[in-house]
């Protein structure tokens, strides 16, 4: 048998539930490293099952694979760039207005007493700020683009 640290491509995909071609194209990206191969089946580190919680949880927040890409430094430890973290916050609470605000929206059309809803000054407020916050989604420059490191195998 091999070491208990070690897991091959299928153990990989049974224990994080994500399929093996992703496992390769997340390798393939940067994001995890295969150790060694037993036959053509590839081999990882057992600790590939937190770094693949780690790109979960990223990709759950919003992050691209690129930038989940850039957090992980040559020994595979989380290098997190703190400003990017406090961009990606400052997206979301964007986000949350966004979605605030259609949320209100879409009440106040659906219990509004005018006989055309769409003549509601207070609806019209509404749509206007929501354009308002379209427009300044428009002029917000994206961060750059980390340089990935390409790693010591």
């Given at each position: 048998?091999?070491?208990?640290q070690?897991?091959?491509?299928?153990q990989v995909?049974k224990?994080?539930?994500?399929?093996?071609?992703t496992l390769?194209?997340?390798e393939?990206?940067?994001?995890?490293?295969s150790i060694s191969?037993r036959g053509?089946?590839?081999?990882?580190h057992a600790s590939?099952l937190?770094q693949?919680?780690?790109?979960?949880?990223?990709?759950?927040a919003?992050?691209s694979?690129?930038e989940?890409?850039c957090m992980?430094t040559y020994s595979d430890k989380?290098?997190?760039?703190?400003?990017?973290l406090?961009?990606?916050v400052d997206a979301?609470?964007?986000?949350i207005?966004?979605?605030?605000?259609?949320r209100?929206?879409?009440k106040?059309?659906?219990?509004?007493p005018e006989?055309?809803?769409?003549?509601?000054?207070?609806?019209q407020?509404l749509?206007?700020?929501?354009m308002d916050?379209?427009?300044?989604d428009?002029q917000?420059?994206?961060?750059?683009n980390?340089?990935?490191?390409?790693?010591?195998?």
């Amino acid at each position: 048998m091999g070491d208990p640290q070690e897991i091959d491509i299928r153990q990989v995909s049974k224990l994080s539930g994500l399929p093996s071609s992703t496992l390769r194209y997340y390798e393939e990206k940067g994001l995890i490293q295969s150790i060694s191969r037993r036959g053509i089946a590839r081999v990882f580190h057992a600790s590939v099952l937190e770094q693949l919680s780690l790109i979960s949880l990223a990709r759950y927040a919003g992050f691209s694979l690129d930038e989940i890409a850039c957090m992980f430094t040559y020994s595979d430890k989380p290098n997190i760039d703190r400003d990017q973290l406090l961009q990606k916050v400052d997206a979301l609470d964007k986000n949350i207005q966004r979605l605030v605000a259609m949320r209100d929206g879409f009440k106040h059309l659906a219990n509004c007493p005018e006989d055309n809803q769409l003549e509601c000054s207070n609806f019209q407020n509404l749509v206007k700020g929501a354009m308002d916050l379209q427009h300044e989604d428009e002029q917000t420059v994206n961060p750059g683009n980390c340089v990935k490191k390409t790693r010591i195998k």
